[in-house]
């Protein structure tokens, strides 16, 4: 086999195709992988509810039970 003739052409145009294939199957498993594990990156803990900002208010002594209670009532409304 000659490789600068037609056949070394052909050679290289296969081993082209073949390190693509290649390429494009290992790209494809990987967007798989992350897309399985959870997708986004930098995903934090979920946003705080009302409910859970009142609870701290609470806890630190910023309203008292009544303002509490009050509060939580009109929540779950």
Do not use: C, N
Not at 10 to 18: D, T
Not at 49 to 61: M, W
């Amino acid at each position: 086999m000659m490789w600068g003739g037609p056949e070394g052409w052909s050679w290289g145009i296969w081993m082209l195709h073949s390190f693509l294939w290649w390429l494009l199957l290992i790209l494809g498993i990987v967007v798989l992988v992350r897309l399985l594990r959870g997708g986004a990156r930098g995903a934090g803990p979920p946003p705080e509810t009302a409910l859970d900002i009142l609870e701290k208010r609470y806890a630190r002594g910023e309203i008292g039970k009544t303002e509490f209670e009050e509060k939580k009532r009109d929540l779950a409304q």
